[in-house]
């Protein structure tokens, strides 16, 4: 790292704190920090007493302390503008005197015509668990969050994400699944019983493919709104927004993930121009902070183990179907009585909470005789069912589509040999696209065997063509 690039950045910090730029004798103490030199060594080179150099040093420490809002020191100096220089952070954090400009713009800063919600300051919140700051309050902008409904199971899974934020401090964890199987349903429970552990809370949607630049600054605009609630200082500066996360330990839910992503193309591929949030990922997950971001969506937005190492800053949780007393609860909550005669159904919708209750509003509306006729291997495929799946079905790669469909041709289960045998499909591209589905959560694999969901069977062999055609 430059040594010339980190003094000009501690200078122009210097210089946002006081107004005035490095002495000699400061530039001094800090080239020789950055050489490693002693107090002692830096006294003789500059020909002046010890304590003198300690004296100026303990100021400039405070100094930068002050502004970075963390503890710098002699030994961490270093490491500290390396890291800075590194994430770009000098960039912005030294953008003196543009901060209120800066401000009133990000303020009435408004996406295809819809401002979003300010953010909703909520203080103080009482703190019920683990070691909380004693002063600290939380701000929270949940505007974005559906209300939490009906909410059955998931005690496990809660359990694992809570293990992996609260004790495991990750930086980076991701929820992902099929359409409907309830990833923000979990994520709501999960941020309700969580959020008082944070000072900053922020459920973000990206429905709405905001690039990378509409999003920081929606998110600078709600961390520098709620400091300067807090601040008694008028002149507090925008950071940009991984120093937000550094600074303060938060909490940001951001839900929809896949519209990062390019249809047409393998899971987790991000769309032309929208690369600076791997980048930003990258840096949540590597970077030292005590913040926590939460993706979820249909496809990843980062690839991890399937096993996570002991010591890991970043998690995923595939999200699976509810059990089988949800099921039913699910299926009384939508008027129907007489449960047990839809054994044999509702196996089939693997207890994805949404096709549940598609299927039970069908019964339902149809009377619940309507399944005394059908033989008991049929699968019901109301119309609003097949609209979820069409939109999971319609962002598939062409190759992707054409291996469900040798999938579904097939009568049983079957392995990757299997599959290479009968498939027109080169060996490498068949492979990607296996992984691409499992990572999708469309087939599942047991003991080498790849299957897809009776569900999505019944759909894809519903598809026009389907029996003329050996695939896409
Ligand atoms: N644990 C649960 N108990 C009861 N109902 C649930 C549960 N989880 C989800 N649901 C219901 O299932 C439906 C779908 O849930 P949710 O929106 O969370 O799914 P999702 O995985 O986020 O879907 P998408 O990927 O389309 O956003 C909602 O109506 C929700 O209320
Ligand atoms: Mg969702």
New binding site residues.
């Given amino acids: 790292m430059n040594i010339k690039e980190m003094l000009k950045l501690a200078d122009e910090i210097v210089f946002t704190q006081t107004g005035q730029h490095l002495d000699d004798l400061q530039d001094a103490i800090l080239q020789g920090t950055l050489q490693r030199e002693t107090y002692k060594e830096i006294a003789k080179n500059f020909d002046c007493s010890e304590s003198r150099i300690r004296e100026v040093g303990a100021e400039l420490w405070q100094i930068l302390s002050e502004e970075l809002g963390e503890d710098v020191n002699k030994s961490n100096f270093r490491s500290t503008m390396g890291r800075l220089i590194f994430s770009n952070i000098s960039k912005e954090s030294v953008a003196i005197g543009s901060f209120e400009k800066e401000v009133v713009a990000i303020g009435s800063f408004n996406i295809c015509g819809e401002t979003r919600h300010s953010p909703d300051i909520a203080k103080p919140v009482n703190h019920t668990t683990s070691n909380p700051k004693p002063s600290q309050t939380t701000h929270q902008d949940l505007s974005e969050m ?1 209300e ?7 005690t496990r899974e809660l359990e694992t994400l809570k293990t992996w934020i609260l004790e495991q401090r990750c930086h980076l964890m991701t ?1 992902t ?13 999960l941020v309700h019983q969580i959020k008082d552990e944070f000072e900053y809370v922020l459920w973000y949607s990206l429905a709405p493919s905001p690039t990378f630049a509409e999003f920081q600054e929606q998110l600078i605009q709600f961390f520098s709104e709620s400091e300067a609630v807090d601040s008694s200082r008028h002149n507090r500066q925008t950071l940009s927004l991984i120093k937000y996360l550094q600074k303060y330990r938060c909490l940001v839910v951001l ?2 993930v ?1 519209h990062l992503f390019s249809s047409g193309e393998l899971a987790g591929k991000y769309q032309a121009g929208y690369e600076e949030y791997r980048l930003f990922f990258r840096q949540v997950e590597q970077l030292s902070h005590q913040s926590c971001l939460l993706l ?3 496809e990843p937005a980062v690839f991890l183990p399937k096993v996570s190492p002991p010591k890991t800053a970043i998690f995923g949780l595939q ?1 699976t179907g ?1 059990d089988m007393t ?1 099921t039913q ?2 299926l009384r ?1 939508y008027g129907l009585s007489e449960i047990e005669k839809y054994s044999a159904l509702v196996p089939h919708y693997q207890g ?3 096709w ?2 598609s299927v039970a509003l069908q019964i339902q509306e149809l009377g619940e005789s309507v399944t005394d006729l059908l033989p008991d291997d049929t699968i019901l495929l109301p119309e609003d069912l097949k609209e ?1 799946l069409d ?1 999971q079905f319609n962002r598939l790669s062409p190759t992707e589509k054409q291996l469900l469909f040798l999938l579904v041709k097939e009568s049983a289960p079957v392995n990757l040999a299997k599959l290479l045998e009968n498939s027109p499909i080169e060996g490498l591209d068949l492979r990607n696209a296996l992984q691409s589905l499992l990572r999708r959560g469309l087939i599942e694999k047991i003991d080498n065997l790849y299957r897809v969901y009776p569900v999505l069977r019944q759909y894809i062999t519903q598809k026009p063509g389907f029996f003329q055609k050996p695939g896409f």
């Fill in positions: 559906p939490l409904g009906a909410f059955y199971n998931r929820i699944g099929i359409s409907g199987i309830g990833k923000t349903t979990l994520a709501v429970q839900d929809d896949h979820i969506g249909w999200l509810l949800a609860a699910i909550d994805n909470p949404l549940l209750q979820v939109l």
